[in-house]
């Protein structure tokens, strides 16, 4: 089913939609075909600590539409197809994905960095664990993907280190949560700001990042990181 005026009209001035049950039908043996590909290619994971998590556990296997069928064959999906063909527009391409279990939560970010600024582009996240409002769910600043606004550029020098900067921590800042179900589909502008409270459960999430018809794919040798932090 293609995006309402309304939805479209959502995403371009929020940076975010969520779509309810969009693959509520293949959900279960997605999320087997998750958990199967996570063992078969133990060897590719990489075991990430870093401060944007506080250093607490993060699994990540790149590139995962490469390594499962079942989630590549999501790229031909038709309602996969019509949320990225709706924002981007026909030409649209595959820019990575990752497949990913946290152990922790994500401080502000956004994941542009290796994209240019200018890059048109959307970011689909399918939560494979339910997450809920107050505890571990999706949190964004709706419109601050407008990276050249006033607003943007001075939440860039303070929301890294909100502690520091504010004083509120993850949870404390003024932001819409967005509550999952499996089968959800998380649909953001990779320049929003977003985060990830921590509520002492595992979560696990696959995604993929699409640029348009205009996106030039770095120099041979290069790749474009897919889920990395501003």
Known sequence: MALSKQQLNTFNLFGYLKIPNALANEI???????????KEHSSDVVAWDHVVHANMPRKILPQIADKCPEIRALLKHGEIVNIVTDILGDGYQLIGSDAN???????????????????????LIFYLDPSKVNEDCFRVLPGSHFHTDKFAKQLKQHIREPKINLDLDVSGIPCQQVSTQPGDVVVFDARIWHAVDYAGRRRRAFSFLFGDKNYQPPAEGNTHPVQVYD
């Open 101 to 123: 279990i946290y152990e922790c939560g994500t401080r502000w970010h956004t994941d542009i960095i290796g994209l240019p600024y200018n890059c048109k582009n959307v970011k």
């Open 28 to 38: 279960s043996s997605i999320t087997a075909a998750f958990d199967r590909t996570f």
